[in-house]
């Protein structure tokens, strides 16, 4: 399958600081990205979805000035946590969906290994 | 109401048994469905797609019931390597995730 990697995948930083994942796809090229946080114990959360070329859609409750989203490229999607808390200590993922042909939905979505970000 | 519904479990089972998922969704208009499997502090990975015509993947099935909006994931002859959180997955327009059920294989 596609691959997609993510950077890096364990962060460790003070609270106040400002934290970067980066998100590619390796093997073919994703005009969308989606972000996703999950808490321990609890399942995947959407965050966002990344757009190449075009402003990210935020979920509800997802601040958009906390969690910076740039879609550089087709193949590469950032996510910065600014001014992170102890709270926003999490599971960070990134996915590339592959679309369905002639449809709008997607056959497959491959997802990065995950960022572990504690915010002591 | 949420978008999919999981049981959480857990589910500890024998190896060699046989042991079934179930997943709900709400909106009829969800378009693809999935199972993937997360092991612990591990990102997703896909099992399988699910179609109305059902699927068979050695020793996994996957069923979808469109009129009942209901998913189903049969495991037959658990293995210890089975152990893992299962996710239901549907899609319409972005990725809906259950809340994952936990299977444990016992020895």
């Known amino acids: 399958g596609a691959v997609v990697s993510q950077h890096p995948s364990r962060v460790i930083c003070k609270s106040g600081t400002s934290v970067k994942i980066e998100c590619r796809s390796l093997d073919f090229q994703a005009t969308t990205m989606f972000w996703y946080r999950q808490f321990p114990k609890q399942s995947l959360m959407l965050m966002a979805t990344?757009?190449?070329?075009?402003?990210?859609?935020?979920e509800q409750g997802v601040e958009k000035d906390k969690f910076l989203i740039n879609h550089a490229s087709l193949t590469l999607s950032t996510l910065t946590v600014t001014s992170a808390h102890p709270e926003d200590s999490s599971f960070y993922i990134c996915?590339?969906?592959?679309?369905?042909?002639?449809?709008?939905?997607?056959?497959?979505?491959?997802f990065g290994p995950g960022t572990r970000l504690t915010v002591l | 109401r949420k978008e999919v519904e999981q049981d959480p479990g857990p589910f500890n089972v024998p190896e060699g048994a046989t042991v079934a998922f179930n997943c709900t969704y709400s909106n009829s208009a969800s378009q693809s469905f999935f199972w993937y499997r997360q092991d612990c502090r591990k990102e997703p990975k896909l099992l399988m797609s699910v179609y109305s015509s059902g699927n068979e993947d050695g020793r996994f099935t996957a069923q979808l019931n469109r009129a009942s909006q209901y998913i189903s994931l049969l495991i037959r002859d658990s293995k210890l390597s089975d152990s893992a959180t299962y996710l239901c997955v549907v899609n319409r327009n972005q990725f809906y995730f259950g809340t994952g059920t936990s299977l444990t294989v016992i020895p």
């Open positions: 996915s590339a969906p592959l679309g369905l042909a002639g449809t709008s939905s997607y056959n497959e979505q491959f």
């Open positions: 990344s757009n190449e070329g075009s402003k990210a859609t935020y």
